[in-house]
């Protein structure tokens, strides 16, 4: 029972987005980069929720299997997460800047940290680099951990700082909510 009411905010946080999900992708137009955007961030959001519940699930676990699998979702956990802070601050730039591309060489250099945080989190149940998970099925952090954070948390100011630098760019009535989809997460997170 404890363990449900430690993941109460995250059932109750993925249910809602499945519902969103649902209602989204019968509505909105697929062929649309930004509802792709859209539903592509909500899939995100809802696969770290499930990864973060099934790791805290699985947390002091000890079978061989129990490890294994708190492994895989720990590694999941820290790859999505600064997938879906890139895909969220091109979310942004494309309601920003309606109809403009980034440039390509740009896109690829934003990508490094991406790439770099998926190669560490991969290594991580071999080296200990994000995390560990000993015997007992006790995560830790590892040393490398706060890269992680900072290749997911860059990409949410970038969003945020777009935003405010860009505001008479955005439709009022929108300013807040969009402001708001890169504050939440961030509090959260902190």
């Known amino acids: 029972m404890e363990l449900i009411f430690k993941n109460q905010v995250n059932i109750t946080v993925f249910i809602t987005l ?17 509802s792709r ?5 909500c899939f995100g959001v809802m696969l770290g929720l499930l990864a ?30 600064p997938i879906m802070s890139y ?20 896109r690829l250099i934003l990508m490094i940290p991406v790439i770099s ?3 560490i989190s991969m290594l991580s149940p071999f ?15 590892g040393p490398l951990w706060s890269l992680s954070a900072f290749s997911t948390y860059i990409f949410v100011i970038a969003g945020i700082i777009l935003i405010l630098k860009n505001q008479n760019r955005i ?10 989809i890169g504050i939440i997460p961030g509090l959260g997170g902190i």
């Open 127 to 141: 080296y200990g680099l994000f995390f560990s998970i000993d015997n007992n099925g006790i995560y830790s952090r």
């Open 18 to 34: 499945l519902l969103v999900c649902i209602i989204a992708f019968r509505k909105l137009d697929k062929r649309d980069s930004l």
């Open 117 to 119: 945080n998926i190669i």
């Open 87 to 106: 895909n969220f601050f091109f979310f942004i730039y494309r309601i920003v800047f309606q109809g403009k591309i980034l440039n390509k060489k740009i």
């Open 52 to 81: 973060e519940s099934t790791t805290e699930f699985l947390s002091g676990a000890s079978s061989p299997f129990s490890i294994i699998m708190n492994n895989f979702f720990s590694v999941l956990l820290f790859i999505v997460a």
């Open 171 to 180: 439709l009022k009535e929108d300013f807040w909510l969009i402001l708001g």
């Open 37 to 41: 955007s859209f539903l592509i961030t």
